[in-house]
């Protein structure tokens, strides 16, 4: 990023999309992005592990 500034985003939900949506970002060339999860449940990905 040119302005040195580090993007947030928050993902509202664990399930199967929520969890595939923060590998995506996560797996992004940009460095500067934090991933948060945001889930009731005990674990995240649940749809994808079961």
Do not use: Q, Y
């Amino acid at each position: 990023m040119t302005d040195g500034s580090r993007k947030s985003i928050v993902i509202i939900g664990g399930g199967a999309s929520g969890t595939i949506l923060a590998m995506h970002l996560m797996r992004s060339k940009n460095p500067d992005i934090r991933v948060t999860i945001i889930e009731k449940r005990d674990r995240a990905g649940t749809g994808l592990f079961d």
